[in-house]
């Protein structure tokens, strides 16, 4: 018979969902410790799921809090979950592919893959586009996410609008930057961006249960609601339209945590990219002085936490979704977070990031 503490410090709870089993994983001393500082944010009001990997074992996988607040569904690791702006990862790692294929130059103007580009725009490069460096501002089109609008009308409005710096000059988030790369995509390959993400890009990473807005893969019930500072009619990505060019390249992909995981996987394993253009991928290319001196790569940002090197990217805000991939090298751990419960400037889920970031990396020091 295995001992009482055999299960006290190596936990797996098994739990059947209906048809689905999904497994949840509290693992050794600093797994049951972190899962025990989750319940009081959860007292709170925070929500969500959480991975933590620490030298390639999982210590924590685990749901917490409702998934649809109002039905009192909870929050599983396989449900699905919009992550807003993480989708730039993907759009960058498609373009870093096209790099290796030989089919785009990084240090490239624009021009080079596009017609009717305004004289101020033909300087832009890739390179800069994928870091924030373009001068182009955040937003193209100020009317909602769901707004339907097609690829040529998002080109134009794109290019009517004003820089905001000389190209490779300075720093500025810009989702239409994105859009921008999802175009220049298209008409590279002569093919639908979302298709390659469907049809080539998921399936290298091993998501099998990745999607679009809209999409009706998953059930009722499987599909978390966020409850952000912004209220939607409804904020179900499932009841979502169809990504339009609005959040193509930016803010259309709904995953689930073990995908999330999958995809990190992948990248631990250069099996989307080179160890090479990974490397080129997470180096510094541009500075946000504005934001602890975030230094920005492409698709990913480095700054420092406590001390230790942290290089991830994140993804989520007014519809309530928080999305986040994280990796400290010096300590070879990572966290994979979502949470449906950012309802403001100071989320729980951020709070909550910090507290293990102070376990594992100050504490132990």
Known sequence: MLSIRYFICTCFVFIYLGTYAQEEIVFD??????DRMVPRFVERGFSGAILIEKDGQIILKKGYGFAQDRAKIPFRTNTAFGIGTLSMQFMATAILQLSEQGKIALDAPISRYLQEVP??????????????????PDFFNNKSDHKNISRQLAFREIMDLPLQFKPGKSFLFSNAGYTLLAIIFEEITGSSYLDYLRQDLFPAAGMTETAFNGSQIWSETRVAE???????ADNNPLRWPDPSWNIIGTGEIVTTLDDLYAWKLAWDQNRLVSAQTKELMMQKHALDKTQRFIEYGYGWRRKEEFDYEMIYNSGGGEYGQLATIRYYPEKNISI???SNSYQDVNPLAAVLVTQFEKRFLQDEQ
Do not use: H, N
């Open 226 to 232: 966020g409850r952000g500072f912004v209220e939607l």
């Open 29 to 34: 001393s600093l797994g049951v410790q972190l």
């Open 119 to 136: 004289d101020d725009k033909k300087a832009i490069t890739i390179g800069q586009l994928l870091s924030y460096s373009s001068g182009l």
């Open 336 to 338: 994979v977070l979502l």
